[in-house]
């Protein structure tokens, strides 16, 4: 399928839960206890492309996801489609999260060129999950 | 002047199509397409003298090293190196520079400009050398202040396709007592080069860019500077004899040439060199330089490009001021991503080149982080440009987010 499919242009052009505030500075100090915010900056130097993604966790529980970023229409699209995918998920399901399972989600198939950029929102998403471990044993 | 009808119909490739519209490319900074005459001459080593040069006695043998030493001597010409033995093969470009840069150390300062292709960077900090970057303007304070060994500098920038006034800049460098390399990669399809005037001390480019094959490139050197270095590479070819813990190598260029030679290589090469002076270098430039200003003309009328130069905020600036560019042009595109750019351009078979073309220096200088090129051999037309502007609409139109 063309990768500048309708729904690839549509979640370009309308990207969900883009949000230049991350879920912390949305919901503001009254963070109720058991949630945890966590942060990733993930960026492709070879393209410029950056995506900053932010979580709002509630023990394994995923409330939100937002996120910002620039670059080209299937790195931006990818990481729309994927906020949607996995709000109301849980952890788990973005850990076990493939490859394959974005080219599906994307519904294309990308040669090596392009699936950096497919990859790019995914690669933030999984780091900034390290960064939730990585809290809790605090 | 030229006639790109009869230039084009020498070259098989650009008869491709892509999804059923004739290939429009744009992108020979990166590579040159290669005329028939190259690619029969190849054909025709494998086919009828293939051998390996500097290695046996037999006639096939003799007739390779001769047509490859003949290639030498084709690009000391073409140079107007003083000696053959000035000229060394190398595998491209890249390995010409890092064979250079192999002979400095830490101790070394070394000047780069911010117009760099990361190909005369990388092999500079792999040796740990001080690396002072200039913007050309500065680097008289630069040469003053520091104790430089070597300018290492483009001939033609890769993305904006300015020249760096090198002359001026190989005399004030050896007034100051650092030597100079210049990396012609891009410069050497586009403009005569003359090193014995130039007096630079290194020169580099690929045959790849010129109309050769890939595989080959060159390091021109002085014969002392060749004579002072150390060769990078160990192996067959290079050595004069060879003792229980310890080798001589052969001289200059042989001793930098380890390994069997590309030979059909140099002989593709050779035969470039030759296929491109049936025409004379003013007729090349006045063409080129024709294809290029049309090219900015067609492209400034489209909302939202602008086109990079050293001075991008300047618009004040007399059109006088800014340096003409050559080979290649780049620019952006409000809110359309290169990658995306030329991808859609690339389905209607027109190739250009996204990305930070291996220079992110000059990126960063600018503030982007990527670009879009469009760059020419003696084979584009008119006509091709002139499918830009409505592609290029096209791109935009089918990414517009409002
Ligand atoms: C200015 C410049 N220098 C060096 C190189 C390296 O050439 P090669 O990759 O053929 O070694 C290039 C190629 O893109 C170039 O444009």
């Known amino acids: 399928m063309d990768i500048y499919a309708e729904n690839i242009l549509d979640h370009y052009r309308n990207p969900r839960n883009r949000s230049p505030l991350s879920p912390q500075e949305r919901i503001g100090k009254d963070r109720p206890e058991d949630h945890q915010f966590m942060q990733y900056t993930e960026n492709n130097p070879a393209c410029g492309d950056e995506i900053t993604v932010g979580l709002d966790i509630q023990n394994t529980h995923v409330c939100t996801i937002s996120w910002d970023g620039t670059g080209c229409a299937i790195s931006q699209a990818a990481m729309s489609m994927l906020s949607e995918q996995f709000t109301g998920k849980s952890v788990e399901d973005i850990e076990n999260f493939s490859t394959e399972d974005m080219l599906a989600l994307l519904g294309v198939n990308l040669g090596p060129r392009r699936l950096k950029c497919a990859l790019l929102g995914l690669d933030a998403l999984k780091k900034a999950m390290k960064s939730h471990g990585a809290a809790d044993e605090d | ?402």
């Open chain 2, 1 to 402: 002047m030229l006639d790109p009808k009869a230039i084009r119909s020498q070259f098989p490739l650009l008869l491709r199509e892509i999804s059923g519209e004739p290939i429009v490319y744009l992108d020979s900074a990166a590579t040159s397409q290669k005329p028939d005459a190259v690619l029969e001459a190849m054909m025709n080593v494998y086919r009828t003298s293939n051998a390996n040069a500097h290695r046996g006695m037999h006639p096939l043998a003799e007739e390779a090293t001769q047509q490859y030493e003949k290639a030498r001597a084709t690009v000391q010409k073409f140079l107007n190196a003083k000696y053959a033995e000035e000229i060394v093969f190398t595998k491209s470009c890249t390995e010409a520079i890092n064979l250079v840069a192999h002979t400095v150390s830490q101790q070394d300062h070394i000047v780069l400009s911010l117009l760099e292709h990361h190909s005369n960077i990388i092999p500079w900090m792999q040796r740990d050398a001080h690396i002072h970057w200039t913007n050309l303007s500065d680097l008289e304070e630069i040469l003053r202040t520091h104790t430089i060994s070597l300018v290492a500098i483009t001939g033609q920038s890769n993305v904006l396709g300015i020249r760096p006034p090198i002359e001026e800049i190989i005399q004030l460098s050896h007034a100051a007592g650092a030597k100079v390399l210049v990396d012609a990669a891009q410069l050497v399809a586009h403009h005569p080069i003359h090193v014995q005037k130039l007096d630079c001390d290194f020169l580099t480019f690929s045959s790849h860019k010129l109309y050769g094959p890939t595989g080959i490139g060159v390091l021109y050197a002085k014969r002392e500077c060749l004579e002072e270095m150390s060769p990078m590479l160990g192996g067959g070819g290079m050595v004069y004899s060879i003792a229980e813990q310890s080798f001589t190598p052969l001289g200059i260029p042989e001793k930098f040439e380890a390994g069997t030679p590309p030979v059909a290589d140099a002989i593709g090469l050779a035969t470039a060199i030759d296929w491109l002076a049936h025409y004379d270098w003013k007729d090349i430039e006045e063409y080129e330089q024709h294809l290029l200003r049309h090219a900015e003309e067609v492209l400034t009328t489209i909302p939202g490009l602008t086109i990079l130069n050293l001075q991008p905020h300047s618009a004040k600036a007399p059109r006088g001021d800014l340096q003409p560019q050559s080979g290649c042009i780049s620019f952006t595109l409000a809110a359309v991503h290169p990658h995306d750019l030329t991808e859609i351009l690339g389905r209607q078979g027109i190739c250009l080149r996204a990305g930070h073309h291996c220079a992110q220096p000059i990126h960063k200088h600018l503030g982007i982080a990527a670009s879009t090129r469009l760059s020419v051999g003696i084979y584009n037309t008119i006509e091709e440009i002139n499918l830009l502007p409505s592609a290029i609409e096209h791109a935009q139109h089918v990414l517009a987010t409002t």
